[in-house]
Nanobody
Framework: QVQLAESGGGLVQTGGSLRLSCAAS????????MGWFRQAPGKEREFVAA????????NTADSVKGRFTITRDNAKNTVYLQMNNLEPEDTAVYYC??????????????????WGQGTQVTVSS
């Protein structure tokens, strides 16, 4: 498994932007499909975005489509989540996740087996 550490969360006003980063340990980062999930208070964890191991394929939840973008830099062992036009409903703890895969597609949401500790995003109205 890979060790993951998120950063970049914080407090932002409605309509603002944040960029989350997730740094991964190890030398085989390019063999992992990556994803972002979030969990708001009192709610279940939900899928936000995913990216294939090479970065050529992405998948984004309908609730954030057009506002959030997932990218990765395999040379830096880092995956990013650019969040624009933030809404109060985006307030949650955001988690980075990874799964080793031989495939070039994004991973199913139930396959991730490595998780970071999370970073808090709060959007004020």
């Amino acid at each position: 498994q890979v060790q993951l550490a998120e950063s970049g969360g914080g407090l932002v006003q409605t309509g603002g932007s944040l960029r989350l980063s997730c740094a991964a340990s190890g030398r085989t980062f390019s063999s992992y499909a990556m994803g972002w999930f979030r969990q708001a208070p009192g709610k279940e964890r939900e899928f936000v975005a995913a990216i294939s191991r090479g970065g050529g394929k992405t998948n984004t939840a309908d609730s954030v489509k057009g506002r959030f973008t997932i990218t990765r830099d395999n040379a830096k062992n880092t995956v990013y989540l650019q969040m624009n036009n933030l809404e109060p409903e985006d307030t949650a703890v955001y988690y980075c996740a990874a799964v080793y895969t031989p495939f070039t597609m994004t991973a199913p949401v139930n396959r991730y087996d490595s998780w970071g500790q999370g970073t808090q995003v709060t959007v004020s109205s």
